[in-house]
């Protein structure tokens, strides 16, 4: 390990150079201390309640959207799709909810139990 630390000193091509001059090190350490005590450009003070504000008004217009969908695509799986001409025929009720279970009915008005049950 030591040997490798040596080779790497001792073909360190910068120990070969000369330092910057003294006068070169005080004008760059000047001017970083000077950009250091600038002032930054403050951010005005309206901005962030604004961005705030506008972020919970779509907040709230997002929330309001996705429960009105919601509430329409509830009501359009419930809805009952009945014939407008009335028949003496069996009628089917379809019942969907959102989670997916779908129900089918099928109403016989001509329908009679007939006989005993065991």
Do not use: C, Y
């Amino acid at each position: 390990m030591n040997d490798l630390s040596s080779r790497l000193r001792e073909h360190d091509p910068v120990r070969l150079e000369a330092g910057l001059p003294a006068e070169a090190r005080d004008a760059m350490r000047r001017t970083i201390v000077a950009a250091a005590g600038a002032r930054v450009a403050a951010v005005p003070q309206w901005r962030q309640p604004l961005a705030l504000a506008a972020m919970a008004l779509l907040t709230v217009l997002g929330v309001g959207a996705a429960h009105r969908f919601a509430g329409e695509r509830e009501a359009a799986s419930i809805a009952v799709k009945a014939d407008p001409v009335p028949h003496s025929g069996a009628t089917q009720v379809d019942f969907r909810t959102p989670g997916g279970t779908r129900i089918i009915w099928t109403i016989d008005p001509d329908f009679r139990l007939g006989g005993t049950l065991p």
